[in-house]
Each structure stands twice: as C-alpha cells, then as structure tokens.
C-alpha cells in the first residue's frame, strides 16, 4: 500500500470525521457552543484533532482497499466512521456500500469517542476515548 495516498486520504477525511461529531455528538452544555459560534466560533483542541487524526490514520491503514472498491470519498468514511463507531444507528452498513456491513463492523470494533467542551465559556471541544 501506498503511505502517501494513505496519509492523504485520512488528513482529507478528517474535517468531515469532525464535522460528524459535532452533528451526532453536541456536547450537553448547549448553551456555551451558541455563544462559541456566535462569537469566534468554536473549534477542537489541538489534542483532540490530534487524537481524530490518529484514528482516521487508524482506520484508513486498515480499511482502504475497501474504500477504493466502493469509490468512497474521504467525506463519506469521515462521516460514516463517526456514526458507525459511535452506535448511532447509522454508518456504513445502511448507505448501500457494497462492502458496507464489513467496514461498519470495522469501524464498531473502535472504542467509542466522546465529544466535549471545555469547562470554560471558550468554544473548546475535546474528545475522549471511552
């Protein structure tokens, strides 16, 4: 396998495994995140882009000839691991993929990531492995 297409292909995907996050995964304190993107806006830790990062790597390491038989574009597995991962009903399996069901369980096999914000009025948001 080629690293750099590898590499590539996770650094792309992961705007839209982060965008995914925030979409499925609000954190509870609603109320700070409208004032954050009122304000300036929020936006993930560096911490927690590292660690999204890592598991994009993670995943499409082991995953990618499958992504290249079902055409897959680095927005649709960023989104797709997010739910799939997470056990939000939704994901791989139910979006017609050919091999929908295999990568799905691949994704499930991850430990499930939760999304936060920090304790300050800052817009911060961090993820944690559970």
Known sequence: MNFEKIETFAKDMLPHYLEAAVFADSPENEEALTDAEESEGFEFSEEAEHLAYIDCLYFVRNSFPWFRRDNLTPEQVGHNLWFSRNGHGTGFWD???????????RAERMEACDIYLSDQIDGILYLELN
């Open 95 to 105: 979006r017609g993929f050919v091999h929908g069901d295999f990568l799905h369980a």
